[in-house]
């Protein structure tokens, strides 16, 4: 019989450094194009689990020592090698009991009929907005869980003011997956209740393209910068966008982009392979998350100097 004990012994086993056992029932009311149910109508658990990202990936961006890294490394080895891995032997490991398990790593280049919003990380983004129902009632496929909710409802973490997932040991430097599974536990994780986030806004002050405010991530705006349209991109020269009338407000961060014209302007912004990956190098070396982290070991710190003193 497969425990919550065996289920965290073979993720661990197999290079997770995070697990949540999320109940099924929390995603009620949950849009049926992000509804595990929809997936796996018979389902009693998500398990989720989650890989570090190393935090020098990011350093050395910053640095400018070393950009394609932390895309290759940081993003897609771990997306695409390290967690198929994984999820097939964890899947084997539920199906040889006899259960089901669907296995869900993210989607980096699809979102669902309906959302508009882009990856930064990939090439470009596909709104499936052709796909249709099989019948009346039913999601259009393809049925995408929101990672962010799932993280939180299998008490691992919660999503902070640019929609990276926090957690308590790692901050946003880790890469979700998740199992939806017709398994049963006699116990499930609380879902996180913790805001990490408080609203301190360094992200918004590290981001180089002003793709963050109160309201969140402009992920139109963050694609141009994430692929060095700022002035701080030590391969940009006089004549890339020369062609661009508003060149130096786009360098300074101060030009507004949306869908049409962070399209437009993507060729242009093509300073290390990415094709061939389909992934866009991290030009602006997520400068919001290292200072999101920082901001968070900081205030660890301090919580831990009071209560040493307490």
């Known amino acids: 019989m497969l425990t919550r004990e065996i289920i965290m012994e073979k993720a661990r086993e197999y290079g997770a450094d995070l697990c949540g056992f999320g109940d099924v029932s929390l995603f009620a009311g949950t849009d049926p194009q992000r509804n595990p149910l929809c997936i796996l109508p018979t389902a009693k658990s998500v398990l989720g689990f989650a890989f570090r990202t190393p935090r020098a990936l990011y350093e050395t961006a910053e640095r400018g020592y ?7 490394m940081g993003v ?3 997306d695409e090698e390290c967690s198929e891995i994984f999820l097939l032997k ?18 980096s280049n699809l979102r669902i009929k309906g959302d508009h919003t882009q990856n930064p990380e990939v090439v470009d983004t596909y709104e499936l907005s052709l796909a249709e129902a099989v019948a009346p009632g039913k999601p259009a496929p393809d049925v995408i869980l929101d990672f962010a909710q799932a993280a939180e409802i299998c008490g691992m973490g919660k999503a902070g003011r640019t929609g990276s997932v926090l957690t308590p040991r790692f901050g946003p430097f880790q890469r979700f997956v998740f199992i939806v599974t017709n398994l049963p536990f006699e116990t499930y994780d609380a879902p996180f209740s913790q805001d990490l986030c408080d609203g301190c806004m360094e992200c918004a002050k590290a981001c180089k393209g002003n793709a963050i405010d109160e309201h969140g991530l402009d992920t139109w705006q963050c694609s141009v910068y994430y692929r060095g349209a700022h002035s701080s991109n030590p391969y940009m020269t006089d004549e890339i966008l020369a062609d661009e009338p508003d060149r130096e407000a786009i360098l300074r961060g101060e030009k507004r982009f949306d869908r049409e014209s962070a399209r437009a302007i993507y060729p242009k912004l093509d300073f290390l392979p990415s094709h061939l990956k389909g992934y866009s190098p991290c030009m602006c070396g997520k400068a919001c998350d290292l200072a999101c982290y920082r901001h968070l070991m900081a205030r660890r710190a301090e919580l831990q100097k009071e209560c040493d003193k307490r």
Do not use: F, H, P, S
Not at 66 to 72: F, G, I, K, R, S
């Open 90 to 107: 964890m899947a084997r490991l539920i199906e040889n009991e006899g259960y089901d398990a669907c296995v869900q790593r993210r989607v």
């Open 66 to 72: 070393q950009y394609a890294n932390l895309t290759t």
């Open 76 to 78: 897609k080895v771990l």
